[in-house]
Each structure stands twice: as structure tokens, then as C-alpha cells.
């Protein structure tokens, strides 16, 4: 879907979307075409429930006395009511009710409320935004579909004061609309087509986005003593791939922020193998790592004055006659031993040899994996919130911050000596899952914080229940949601960038 800033005129055909405050206050625009169409406005909120709500959209068929085909009146609600969240669920609603109404153009006229906190510019950028990213469709393996499914609308107005300005401040939200679109690909792309070594040759593309990026096949993982993270994989077909991609735009004596993500691209559960319902959905598996590919195209594509380094640890874990057994002993990178108790514990073993790896080589000042890591993780948040456990306080601030102002929210849970003590083993230097059913999510972090270097400010985030949804969203389609990459960049942005 193609998105223009133009500059407000008289409206006088097509499909025009205007605003309107709580209470039915007409904004300018809105007032001018219920003057234009003779009251049809006031008219059609009089017969409606629509009350200008914040969310609340009413459709205005082919008003008399103009040639414009509909009118879609939106609700922005109460003062101050109307944030950049907010302004994005607008957009991402008004291209689904032009869908619905197989409109295939729409001019959506910016008001900005009175004795609101966004100015009319924001407004329009955070609305274009959403629009965007709920217009993303994965629709790569349809061949026939019924025309009525199909998307209609291909282009998107925004009409505001200043449009040629307002455009030059959407340019850096489209990039991350385009950095969603690609990890939202990703994660929906089947195992067949996306294993491990199909995923580090589109990790290798980003070479051309100015990423210095290095792959690590089996042979270079084992002379370093990766047997956590080649173990997971011996029972594939497929070889494991280690990929570290490095953006180094700031400061030559800055220390990188390191990103890591686990990239288990189909997790049966090995040898603990998983019941058969549902498994499907294991293709997403690696969402952590795709978040972690999607927020380095977005830093180098926008040319991020900063250093950052994503790791990503790539593997299959298929039952087969070389698979990892229960009870097998493993020796991490690192040296400690691990003592396999459930093969289906996997994800955590990839990224202890990516932690180690990225924190032996880079020396990070800070570090954040994300991971698609228990089911625990839903039982205690469910889908609203990812996991977020942290061994600095500040650092788990940063993320609760970026997470709550890109709508990417994280809560945190403890960790402490008692859970600790879990994942303690009788013949080896830990085992990979807790004693007992209780606390699962906590003694997965408990395992990640053994492979943290000293006093190394390290998050881990449990995106289990945040990778996919099966519900549409306000600025997305049910499936794949790219969670991390908006709120990485933020962090970044935030935190760890210099101004130019």
C-alpha cells in the first residue's frame, strides 16, 4: 500500500476519512463537509451510536449534493486521549474498514484535537504508520482465493498542513514498517523453505544495507567448543549455523550493545518429542532471532550513529538415530557442562553458546537475547506482556520504557539463588530445566544468566507468547507480529545512540 502526505483542499470526490471529537464535535475538516453535504454528517451520528469516541468509526454513504462516494467519520475521543499508540491503531483501523468496503483508494484529513498532546504532523506520521503495518499480508503460497478476501485498498492520503515536511519525518517509520514487514516474513515462511542454512544466506543479503555479516558453519562451532549449541542440532538433517551481524556507526571507542537471538527454525522437540497438535506452529520458533535480523536491517537502513552486534544461533531439532538423548552430558563453550534432561529445552542451549560467543568476542556493554523460550511464559503473562528477566536494574527500566512506548510490553520477574538451585545436577555442572513443574520461565533465565561474563548488564526477554497471535491486531494481521524490532530500535535510540 502506497502512502502520500498532501496538502488539505476542498474534497469533493472519492473516499474521505475526517475527525471527530467526543461528544460529536465535528474537527475543521469534519465540519467543513457537514456544511458541504448539508448536515449529512450531524444526520448520520444522530441515527448512530457514534459519539467520537477514541477508535469509534462511522461510514457516510454517497452524501447528496457532492460526487464524494463516502465519508468515514473517526473517532479521536476526549483531550489529551490520542497518543502515538493510539494514533497507529487509527490508521491500522481505517485501512481495514476500507478493505471491508473494497475501497481501493482513501484520503484521511489530519485534526489535530484541541488541547491534545499531538500536533498535527505527529498525528499524521503515527497514523501513516499504522496504516502501514496493518496493510501487511503473507499471502506467498495463496494460488486461489476468493476475490471478496483479497485486499483492496493500494494507496493511502494523509492530507496536513506542511505535507513535504511531514513526509521527511515519516521517512525513518517507513523503514521500520519495512523492517516489520521483513521479520513478519520470516516468521511466517515454512520450515521447508527457511532452515537454518536458508536463513543465514538472508542474513548474508544484508550485506548490501552496509552490515558487516560472518557465518559460522559446524566445523568452526566445534573447534570452538560449541557443543551446547551443536548438540541441539545433531539430529537434523540440517546444518547449524552460527550468524554474527556487527553495525559499527558510532563512536570508535564505544563498546557494542549485543543483541542475541534463538533461531531453532523447527522445534519438535527432539527425542522429547512434542505432541502432534499444534506443532505446526513450531516454524516460529525462531522469532527471537528473526526480531534480532529485523532490528539490524532497521539500524543500518537508517543508518544508526551507534554500535551494535546480533548474534543469532540457527538450528533444527529433529528426532532422528544421531539426535541428542535424555541424559546426554554436553560441554558448553564456556566449559561448563550441561546435563540434558528434556531435549525440548533446546532454546536455551543455543543461546548459551551465543552469549558466551558474542561477550568472548565483542566485549558488549550491554546485552539483550530474545527468545521464544517456555510455555511457562503464557501461563504467567499471556499474550500481553513478554518476560523480562534482567541482571541490572537499569537496563530492565530501559526496556520497560521502550516497550510501553512502542506498544512492545515487557514485565519483569525475579531471579534469585533459590531458583538457582533448580538447575543444579548430580553429575554435571547444571541441567537444562528445573527440578520441578513450578517456575519454568524463571529457571530457563536462571540457565542464560550461568553464561553472563561478571557483572555484564545482560535482559533476557520470553517472547513465547508474543512472536505470533491468532488474533488481528490494530497495526496487524493475525500471525507473525515482528515483536522486538520496534522495540530494540527504541532502545537503541534511546539509550545507546549519538546524535549526528
Not at 485498498?153 to 514498517?177: D, E
Not at 555479516?213 to 546444518?239: D, H, I, N, Y
Not at 502432534?276 to 550513529?305: F, Q
Amino acid at each position: 500500500m502506497k502512502i502520500a502526505f498532501v496538502e488539505p483542499t476542498r474534497f469533493t470526490s472519492g473516499n474521505v476519512a475526517v475527525m471527530v471529537a467526543a461528544d460529536r464535535k465535528l474537527l475543521p475538516a469534519a465540519a467543513a463537509l457537514d456544511k458541504q453535504t448539508k448536515g449529512a454528517l450531524r444526520r448520520a451520528m444522530a441515527a448512530s451510536r457514534f459519539a467520537g469516541k477514541k477508535g469509534q468509526l462511522l461510514s457516510v454513504m454517497a452524501p447528496a449534493g457532492t460526487r464524494i462516494d463516502r465519508i468515514t467519520l473517526v473517532g479521536v475521543g476526549k483531550a489529551g486521549e490520542l497518543d502515538d499508540l493510539a494514533a497507529e491503531a487509527l490508521g491500522g483501523s481505517l485501512v481495514v474498514d476500507a478493505n471491508g468496503a473494497a475501497q481501493k483508494s482513501v484520503v484521511l484529513v489530519i485534526d489535530a484535537p484541541p488541547g491534545g498532546k499531538m500536533s498535527a504532523g505527529k498525528l499524521a506520521v503515527r497514523s501513516a504508520l499504522g496504516a502501514k503495518l496493518r496493510s501487511y499480508r503473507f499471502d506467498r503460497y495463496r494460488t486461489k482465493e476468493k476475490p471478496d478476501a483479497k485486499p483492496t485498498v493500494t494507496s493511502l492520503s494523509i492530507a496536513v498542513k506542511g505535507a513535504a515536511a511531514v513526509q521527511r519525518r515519516y521517512v525513518p517509520l517507513a523503514k521500520a514498517a519495512e523492517a516489520v514487514f521483513y521479520t513478519r516474513d520470516l516468521v511466517s515462511e515454512p520450515a521447508n523453505v527457511l532452515h537454518p542454512e536458508s536463513l543465514a544466506a538472508k542474513c548474508r543479503e544484508l550485506s548490501k544495507l552496509g552490515l558487516k555479516v560472518e557465518v559460522l558453519g559446524e566445523a568452526a562451532m566445534k573447534k570452538l567448543g560449541m557443543g551446547a549449541l551443536l548438540g541441539v542440532g545433531q539430529g537434523s538433517a540440517r546444518e547449524s549455523q552460527l550468524v554474527v551481524m556487527s553495525w559499527m556507526n558510532g563512536p570508535k571507542n564505544q563498546k557494542p550493545v549485543a543483541f542475541v537471538g534463538k533461531g531453532v527454525c523447527f522445534d519438535t522437540g527432539g527425542i522429547s518429542l512434542k505432541p502432534a497438535a499444534g506443532m505446526e506452529d513450531m516454524k516460529w520458533d525462531m522469532g527471537g532471532a528473526a526480531a534480532v535480523i529485523g532490528a539490524m536491517h532497521l539500524l543500518a537502513s537508517r543508518k544508526a550513529r551507534t554500535n551494535v552486534v546480533g548474534i543469532v544461533g540457527l538450528v533444527e531439532n529433529m528426532p532422528s538415530g544421531t539426535a541428542q538423548r535424555p541424559g546426554d552430558v554436553v560441554t558448553s563453550m564456556s566449559g561448563q557442562t550441561i546435563e540434558v534432561i528434556n531435549t525440548d529445552a533446546e532454546g536455551r542451549l543455543v543461546l548459551a553458546d551465543a552469549l558466551w560467543y558474542v561477550q568472548k568476542n565483542f566485549n558488549p556493554q550491554a546485552i539483550v537475547d530474545l527468545a521464544t523460550l517456555t510455555g511457562a511464559i503464557i501461563i504467567a503473562l499471556g499474550h500481553e506482556y513478554a518476560g523480562l528477566f534482567a541482571n541490572d536494574d537499569e537496563l530492565a527500566s530501559r526496556l520497560a520504557a521502550a516497550g510501553e512506548r512502542t506498544g512492545e510490553k515487557v514485565w519483569r520477574l525475579p531471579l534469585g539463588p533459590n531458583y538457582d538451585k533448580e538447575i543444579n545436577s548430580d553429575i554435571a555442572d547444571m541441567k537444562n530445566v528445573g527440578s520441578g513443574r513450578g517456575a519454568g520461565s524463571i529457571t530457563a533465565a536462571q540457565f542464560l544468566e550461568r553464561f553472563i561474563i561478571g557483572k555484564t548488564p545482560w535482559a533476557h526477554l520470553d517472547i513465547a507468547a508474543m512472536a505470533w497471535t491468532n488474533r488481528d491486531q490494530p497495526t496487524g494481521p493475525k500471525g507473525a507480529t515482528a515483536f522486538g524490532v520496534r522495540l530494540l530500535n527504541r532502545l537503541v535510540v534511546d539509550h545507546f545512540e549519538t546524535a549526528d
